[in-house]
């Protein structure tokens, strides 16, 4: 076998070959390094003398089906120049890893196209083998993202276990990557994020979250003076949730069976946008049904639909009279979810009308957050958090169908 065979098909520069051998359908390689790699690792002096030869087995890209490793005589030596004796360093496999540098890259093309499981099961290594490559290659990618040019963020929560646990997300709007993961949720989890803000001497101009007031509270300690804008998706869904428990208290309160029959079913045809009913499914009919039999359902749904339109308006004066006419009906309602939305949303109204200054949302991070409970799903969840994590930072590029 020729030494440019080495180099071209195993990434083997400066290698010599020595002999090869098939042992239980593995391909075994033995190859010495060149005269010209052999230094002092601490000095890089070339001044040595040989103190003997140990042999390093690592595996490599396969041929065709059959697994390959490399035999490498890696020879110990002794420095003229600082003294030093250990053996020499190789530049194609990490330290205290039993496969090439080439095989880790092949692996991580694999992974791009196959469950972790799948490749494991193809090369014939552990699970474990696949899973430390592709962590250790997302930590040097994504450890420790860029905040250089950040600008506007959106923060967001996900729930990864049952039992209340959860993880912090905050993501740049800009490029649609998740630049930290913290742990649980709440003002604490954000904390690390705030010292490295803070390092990294960004200029935020935003930040885009729900109502919740630990998030509210935390941008406006450490970020005074930049805009908070409550995203609208948020504001919305809400909403939505008051409509439902105004049906489902009508439903429980309903002593007649003619009534009921007309609320079962609704709740969809509630929540849909009225362009969207199904003429043939007669879903005009039914929602019409419903809200003439049952006035405070009326008046929950009309809000609902009023309240989409806060975000409709020509300019943020007049979206601030919109808004404070929604206010004033909600509270008037005299029905209760819908006079607890109106105090809600007086209590936002700046965070709502920051919109129009700066017209970002967490929309993004919705979809990012769709991809890790897929993530999560099928890959059974995660016991090592730190891989999970990195997962997340590098999501933006992960095809995440294929997890295992």
Known sequence: MSTSFLYHAFSLPGYDYVRQEFVGGNVLLHVRPKGKLVRCP???????????VSKRWLRTVPVGFKPVWLVVEVPRIGCASCGLVRRIELRIAEPRRRHT????????????????????????????VVKDILKR?????????SLAGLEYIAIDEISVRKGHK?????????SGKVIF??????ADSLKPFW????????????????????????????????AVVLDHFHVVKLMNDKLTEVRRKLHRELQDTMGKNVLKGSRWILLKNPETLNPQRQEHERLQKALEANEPLAKAYYLKEELRQIWKQPNKDAAAVYLEQWIRSALASDVGPLVKMGKTMALYRTGILAWYDHPISSGPMEGTNNKIKTLKRQA???????FFKLRILG????????TG
């Open 42 to 52: 601490c000095c890089r002096s070339r001044d040595v003398l040989h103190r003997g």
């Open 101 to 128: 540098k080439a095989f880790a890259r092949f692996v991580l093309a694999l992974t791009k196209a196959m469950t972790m499981l799948d490749v494991a099961r193809l090369l014939g290594v552990g699970w474990d």
């Open 137 to 145: 290659h997302l930590h040097r990618r994504f450890g420790k993202p």
């Open 166 to 174: 959860y993880l912090t997300l905050v993501m740049d709007l800009r």
């Open 181 to 186: 993961v913290g742990d649980g949720r709440g």
């Open 195 to 226: 010292e490295r803000l803070k390092r990294s001497r960004a200029r935020l101009r935003a930040v885009a979250t729900d109502m919740s007031a630990a998030y509210i509270g935390s941008v406006l300690e450490h970020l005074p003076g930049v």
């Open 380 to 386: 059974y969840g995660y016991r090592d958090q730190e």
């Open 395 to 402: 999501i933006h590029e992960a095809k995440y169908a294929l």
